[in-house]
């Protein structure tokens, strides 16, 4: 019941930002929030699909290559918005990500997922994590540092599941830890997201 409402409130959350950005993007036309409302669709889906099919579907490659999205989707978002002289070089890389995790997880390639999916998990979440700390206050609106909290969160997440889908462990995130806290973790990274993200369309 509690995983339930945590993920019913991460979709009410998600859904809201998606509403933001689409108000944001309908009268600039900017390609970042494009990249915003894919990252947050994929989370909003994500979340509905736990509720209805339970916590199991995480073991699905297909499932962790979609949800690959999320993370890859935000920090594109970010570098088209403030890293714009390195927004072409990160496209590419996002799209070897996603790539490499898609044809190694579905393929069963299991040296391949091992490397590719913490490597380019990490890489996103450290985009996500780092950048809006920079860029609060100067390029972006203040309290736009939310949008970093929310990096570590997802960056924890993301990168404890991705041991645990090929097979290891992080640390002490074992699967029956991850389990237990993956849900309200899903729903402090989307709050903090939202305040940050908000913050900055209100500029």
Do not use: N
């Amino acid at each position: 019941m509690l995983d339930t409402i945590a993920l019913l409130l991460t979709g009410a959350t998600a859904a809201y930002l998606l509403w933001r950005f689409w108000g944001r993007y309908s009268k600039e036309k900017a390609l970042y929030d494009i990249y915003y409302m894919m990252g947050f669709a994929v989370l909003l889906v994500s979340g509905l699909l736990l509720i209805f099919l339970g916590l199991g579907i995480l073991k699905s490659p297909y499932v962790l290559t979609v949800a690959t999205l999320i993370p890859l989707g935000i920090s594109m978002g970010l570098m088209e918005q403030y890293l714009r002289k390195y927004k072409k070089l990160f496209k590419w890389f996002a799209l070897l990500g996603f790539l490499a995790i898609a044809v190694s997880a579905i393929g069963g390639m299991a040296l391949v997922k091992k490397i590719s999916v913490p490597l380019f998990h990490g890489i996103a979440g450290l985009v996500i994590f780092l950048l809006p700390f920079f860029v609060s206050g100067k390029k972006a609106a203040k309290g736009f540092w939310w949008v970093g909290v929310g990096g570590v969160l997802i960056g924890l997440g993301g990168i404890a599941l991705a041991f645990l889908s090929a097979g290891s462990q992080l640390l002490f995130f074992s699967a029956e830890f991850v389990m237990l806290i993956l849900t309200p973790l899903l729903l402090l990274m989307t709050i903090a997201f939202t305040f940050g993200f908000v913050k900055d369309i209100k500029k």
